[in-house]
Structures are given as structure tokens and as C-alpha cells.
């Protein structure tokens, strides 16, 4: 298992062949050093096309860069958060990806979870994010102490709770679940 710095990722996957991948978002944060996030996200796109096509891509569906890369990839899974009550009432003025891919036209969000995560449509062409195959539903935040939610998956349903705190962190423990899951882990695991 290795966790790999984005400007990285497509050397990397090209030379270790993962059995699965898993992206969990892409946001502005390494312009310093990678150059535009549009030019990140072509990258990541090149590296799903050349990975096998046997590999996992489990990604990050609440991100609308994310799910149009991975979008067409046959062995896909896809993860998100699915509580409106998490939710902010709208996209920060600050968010990175507030245009479709696809036709341009800015998102709608049914929620904003974090930056430009969360449960987008496009009034122009209709696109929107995909369903989710594995998902953090039930959220409950403890200030700076804790997270706790609902796994929900196609094997059945669980409550994690998360000795860390945020959003953020409850991002990050779904797509660590969805990608231990399909590498084989049960769900009690």
C-alpha cells in the first residue's frame, strides 16, 4: 500500500501496476509546484487509461474532476458522502471546481461538503454526480474530538466512529473502507 503526492501518481502507478487505485480528491492546494488543476487532473486521467485494465479505480465521486476522469472506466467504485444535514447551504466563493466539464455551465449542489465536494448537477447539459456505490450517510461531528457515520455499502451497513475529527477525515476513512472492501477485507474488518 502506498500513499503517493499527486504530481506523482502517474510514474508511480505506471511502474508498480496497482491492483487498485483509490483518488480522493483533487483541490488547488499544490499549485506551487504541479502547475493548474485542470493539468493535474489530464494526468490522472492518462495514468487511469494506461493502468490495467483488471485494476480498481475507486474514486472520489464528490468531486466532479474526479468523476469525469473516471469516467467510462469499466472496473470502477465509486464513493461519496450522502448527508445533506453534513452539508454547508452553498458553495464556498473560493471553490475549485465550480464549472462542468462537460458544457461549462456552473454547478448546482444539492450539498457542499468541503470545498467543491458534494452533490452537484448541471443545469445545462444535466450531468451530475454519479451513484454512489459506497457511502458515509448519518454523520455526526464532535467539534475537534471525533466523527462517527454510517458505512454503507452493497455487502451491508456499519457504524464507524473515528477517533479524529471532520468531514475531511470522514472523506478519507470512507475511501480507506471502499478500497480495503474491494481489495478483499470484510466488512466487520
Not at 26 to 43: I, K, T, W
Request: charged fraction near 25%; aromatic fraction near 8%; glycine fraction near 8%.
Amino acid at each position: 500500500l502506498f500513499e503517493v503526492d499527486e504530481g506523482a501518481f502517474p510514474d508511480v502507478a505506471g511502474r508498480i501496476r496497482p491492483h487498485a487505485v483509490c483518488l480522493g480528491n483533487l483541490f488547488r492546494d499544490q499549485l506551487d509546484r504541479y502547475g493548474e488543476l485542470e493539468l493535474v487532473a489530464e494526468r490522472w486521467r492518462t495514468a487511469l487509461v494506461q493502468l490495467d485494465p483488471a485494476a480498481t479505480a475507486i474514486v472520489n465521486v464528490d468531486d466532479p474532476l474526479l468523476a469525469d476522469i473516471a469516467r467510462g472506466r469499466a472496473n470502477l467504485l465509486r464513493f461519496g458522502l450522502d448527508d445533506p444535514t453534513a452539508a454547508r447551504e452553498r458553495l464556498p466563493h473560493a471553490a475549485d471546481s465550480k464549472y462542468c466539464r462537460s458544457c461549462g455551465a456552473p454547478y448546482t449542489y444539492r450539498a457542499a461538503y468541503v470545498g467543491h465536494l458534494g452533490d452537484y448537477a448541471c443545469p445545462g447539459c444535466g450531468d451530475e454526480r454519479p451513484p454512489l456505490d459506497v457511502a458515509a450517510r448519518s454523520i455526526v461531528l464532535s467539534g475537534l474530538e471525533s466523527a462517527a457515520f454510517d458505512l454503507v455499502t452493497p455487502q451491508g451497513t456499519r457504524r464507524v466512529s473515528l477517533p479524529l475529527p471532520g468531514l475531511y477525515n470522514v472523506y478519507n476513512a470512507l475511501g480507506a473502507a471502499a478500497l480495503t472492501l474491494r481489495l478483499g477485507a470484510g466488512l466487520d474488518d
